[in-house]
């Protein structure tokens, strides 16, 4: 690993050096390096590109990490990780993409994530996109999420784009049966000419299913956010679904969340704001002793916190 | 010393202009507690945005230490020892107490520091230092939290709007013993409760139809009392 891939990787997923536990580490469309233990297995798949994590039921507090990093120009990276997590497994997973493209072509990474999960299971996912190198080459990221949720399982999933990614759209479909819990925290940032387009579809299929989607948004200079969710309820269940904005300079955001409530006893609920920084956050920043973009700068580095 | 010359500042409203505060001269000395009261639309708040230029005067001077601070901007008097506590603290999404605590006191505090601050306002720190400032915090709370930002911050100067609103699950005692720690700085509160009224060296009362008056805390009060214009002087409700 050479200084570019260690910088990618700590700052996709906070690795210094090789992790504990089981990982598959991508680079440029090859496996860089990979260790299965007995608990989590990470198998290549024979047919396409992509592996398959197979966590062990019952197996606890344990963590994976499975980053991709691309360091060249025009490159195409296409790949399906399908993860089996066991009954009543608790584990971690880290993944994460970062693309260095100091070339005159567009890189670009298409990662298609099928989560299967057993009954009473607990999964925490957490997902950063990074782009870096060259100002105005394209650095393409289309992270697709596929979730079915069993039983009583629960999914917690963290997906942040905090810069550099010249474009994104990001997928995530989720299937929640019975007394199962989704958690999606989403925090984008996108600046220059930058477009990051965002696809929510819950459906709660089970009695006591519930998904709690927060979306948290900064755009600056000229980029655009697209952010559509739809929440659809087909029994007694919870569903919330907030989306918040803020917009500088001549930046776009665009929010369409969307409910649907096909039994009485679904509870469904979304918000949306969007707007610039408030002016009264600012001037208290500024009674601190910040200067005006001082108190610009870390107001949106706490709402992407 | 602070010093207000002339101050004048109006706004307008449905077209008309509409004068806040009309010609106002006051002095603020050093080691002195000074309270202002005054009924609804007075101007006290103006009077506090305009010593910590949130807001600008239309016209008139203000001069601290001699110098004429009038044009110079928030984070210049923030920087030079001007310190203020909301009386609407404000909420961010994100940003947590420590994070303010950190900005106000220059410093990244470590949390044995930065719970003292928290400890002076009546909370149990360590449950409030990584919760975000925004709507799970009760009123009674977040103005907990912007006095102890304050306290955190430091300075020459405080200006406090209406300290005591909203802390009703707090013992007075302890809102009362911050401002007598405070009486080696210029102290400027803006309050309607006697008790406040009675810790201070001087009240300023403003008058929307008149030139504010200034003067000695035990005179005042009687003044208030015997006039009985003490809107809510009994000690009872605030503003």
């Given at each position: 690993?050479?200084?570019?891939?260690?910088?990618?990787?700590?700052?996709?997923?906070?690795?210094?050096?090789?992790?504990?536990?089981?990982?598959?580490?991508r680079?440029?469309?090859?496996?860089?390096?990979?260790k299965?233990?007995?608990e989590?297995?990470?198998l290549?798949k024979?047919?396409?590109?992509?592996?398959?994590?197979?966590?062990k039921?019952?197996?606890?507090?344990?963590s994976?990490?499975?980053?991709?990093i691309?360091?060249?120009?025009?490159f195409?990276?296409?790949?399906?990780n399908?993860?089996?997590?066991?009954?009543?497994?608790?584990?971690?997973?880290?993944?994460?993409?970062?693309?260095?493209?100091?070339?005159n072509?567009t890189s670009?990474?298409?990662?298609i994530?099928?989560?299967?999960?057993?009954?009473?299971?607990?999964?925490?996912?957490i997902?950063?996109?990074?782009?870096?190198?060259?100002?105005?080459?394209?650095?393409?990221?289309n992270?697709?999420?596929?979730?079915?949720?069993?039983?009583?399982?629960e999914?917690e999933?963290e997906?942040?784009?905090l810069g550099?990614v010249?474009?994104?759209?990001?997928i995530?479909?989720?299937?929640?049966k019975?007394?199962a819990?989704?958690l999606?925290?989403?925090?984008?940032?996108?600046t220059?000419?930058?477009t990051?387009?965002?696809?929510?579809?819950?459906?709660?299929v089970?009695k006591?299913a519930s998904?709690?989607?927060?979306?948290?948004s900064?755009?600056k200079?000229?980029?655009?956010q697209?952010?559509?969710?739809n929440?659809?309820?087909?029994?007694?269940?919870?569903?919330?679904?907030?989306?918040?904005g803020?917009?500088?300079n001549?930046?776009?955001?665009e929010?369409?969340?969307?409910?649907?409530?096909?039994?009485?006893?679904?509870?469904?609920?979304?918000?949306?704001?969007?707007?610039?920084?408030?002016?009264?956050?600012?001037?208290?920043?500024?009674?601190?002793?910040l200067?005006?973009?001082?108190a610009?700068?870390?107001?949106i580095?706490?709402?992407?916190? | 010393?602070i010093?207000l010359?002339?101050?004048?500042?109006?706004?307008?409203?449905d077209?008309?202009?509409?004068?806040?505060l009309?010609d106002?001269?006051?002095?603020?000395?050093?080691?002195?507690?000074t309270?202002?009261?005054?009924?609804n639309?007075?101007?006290?708040?103006t009077?506090?945005k305009?010593?910590?230029?949130i807001?600008s005067?239309?016209?008139?001077?203000i001069?601290?230490?001699?110098k004429?601070?009038?044009n110079?901007?928030?984070?210049?008097r923030a920087?030079?020892?001007f310190?203020?506590?909301?009386?609407?603290?404000?909420?961010?999404?994100?940003l947590?107490v420590?994070?303010?605590i950190?900005?106000?006191?220059?410093k990244?505090?470590?949390?044995?520091?930065?719970?003292q601050?928290?400890?002076?306002v009546g909370?149990?720190?360590?449950n409030?230092?990584?919760r975000?400032?925004?709507?799970?915090?009760?009123?009674?709370?977040?103005?907990?939290?912007e006095?102890?930002i304050?306290?955190?911050?430091?300075g020459?100067?405080?200006l406090f709007?209406?300290?005591?609103?909203?802390?009703?699950?707090?013992s007075?005692?302890?809102?009362?013993s911050?401002f007598?720690?405070l009486?080696?700085?210029?102290v400027i509160?803006?309050?309607h409760?006697?008790?406040?009224?009675e810790?201070?060296?001087n009240?300023?009362?403003?008058?929307?139809?008149?030139?504010?008056?200034?003067?000695?805390?035990?005179?005042?009060?009687k003044?208030?009392?015997?006039?009985?214009?003490c809107?809510?002087?009994?000690?009872?409700?605030n503003?």
């Amino acid at each position: 690993m050479n200084k570019i891939d260690k910088d990618l990787l700590e700052q996709i997923s906070n690795l210094h050096g090789v992790p504990q536990g089981s990982f598959n580490i991508r680079k440029n469309g090859q496996a860089l390096k990979r260790k299965s233990t007995s608990e989590i297995e990470i198998l290549p798949k024979p047919d396409k590109s992509g592996i398959d994590i197979i966590v062990k039921p019952n197996v606890k507090n344990r963590s994976v990490h499975i980053p991709v990093i691309i360091t060249v120009g025009g490159f195409n990276d296409l790949v399906y990780n399908d993860f089996y997590i066991g009954e009543n497994a608790e584990v971690s997973i880290i993944a994460g993409c970062g693309i260095h493209n100091s070339a005159n072509e567009t890189s670009q990474h298409d990662g298609i994530h099928s989560f299967h999960l057993e009954k009473g299971c607990k999964v925490k996912y957490i997902e950063k996109h990074l782009g870096l190198g060259k100002e105005g080459v394209g650095k393409i990221l289309n992270p697709t999420t596929n979730i079915v949720m069993e039983e009583s399982s629960e999914f917690e999933m963290e997906t942040y784009q905090l810069g550099g990614v010249t474009y994104s759209n990001r997928i995530t479909k989720a299937k929640i049966k019975d007394n199962a819990k989704l958690l999606v925290t989403e925090k984008i940032l996108t600046t220059n000419t930058q477009t990051a387009i965002t696809h929510f579809t819950a459906n709660l299929v089970g009695k006591n299913a519930s998904v709690n989607i927060v979306s948290r948004s900064v755009a600056k200079d000229n980029s655009k956010q697209k952010f559509i969710s739809n929440v659809i309820g087909n029994n007694e269940c919870f569903g919330h679904v907030e989306c918040d904005g803020i917009i500088l300079n001549n930046a776009v955001i665009e929010s369409t969340p969307k409910i649907v409530a096909k039994d009485v006893n679904a509870s469904l609920v979304h918000e949306a704001a969007i707007g610039k920084i408030a002016g009264e956050q600012i001037t208290k920043l500024m009674t601190l002793g910040l200067n005006k973009d001082e108190a610009e700068e870390l107001i949106i580095k706490g709402f992407l916190k | 010393m602070i010093e207000l010359k002339n101050i004048c500042y109006s706004v307008i409203e449905d077209g008309k202009e509409k004068q806040i505060l009309k010609d106002i001269n006051l002095q603020f000395e050093e080691n002195t507690i000074t309270a202002i009261t005054g009924h609804n639309g007075s101007g006290k708040s103006t009077l506090i945005k305009l010593l910590m230029a949130i807001a600008s005067p239309s016209s008139g001077k203000i001069f601290y230490n001699g110098k004429d601070i009038t044009n110079l901007d928030t984070s210049y008097r923030a920087n030079n020892g001007f310190t203020i506590a909301f009386q609407q603290p404000v909420k961010f999404k994100g940003l947590t107490v420590k994070d303010l605590i950190n900005v106000a006191s220059r410093k990244n505090n470590k949390v044995k520091d930065a719970c003292q601050y928290l400890a002076e306002v009546g909370l149990c720190a360590r449950n409030y230092l990584d919760r975000p400032l925004d709507d799970t915090l009760s009123g009674g709370e977040l103005k907990r939290i912007e006095l102890a930002i304050a306290l955190a911050k430091g300075g020459e100067v405080f200006l406090f709007d209406e300290p005591e609103a909203g802390i009703d699950l707090w013992s007075f005692e302890g809102l009362i013993s911050i401002f007598q720690k405070l009486k080696n700085k210029t102290v400027i509160i803006v309050s309607h409760q006697r008790k406040i009224l009675e810790i201070a060296d001087n009240i300023v009362i403003l008058n929307a139809n008149d030139s504010p008056i200034q003067g000695k805390a035990k005179t005042m009060i009687k003044q208030l009392e015997s006039k009985n214009i003490c809107y809510k002087l009994s000690g009872g409700k605030n503003e």
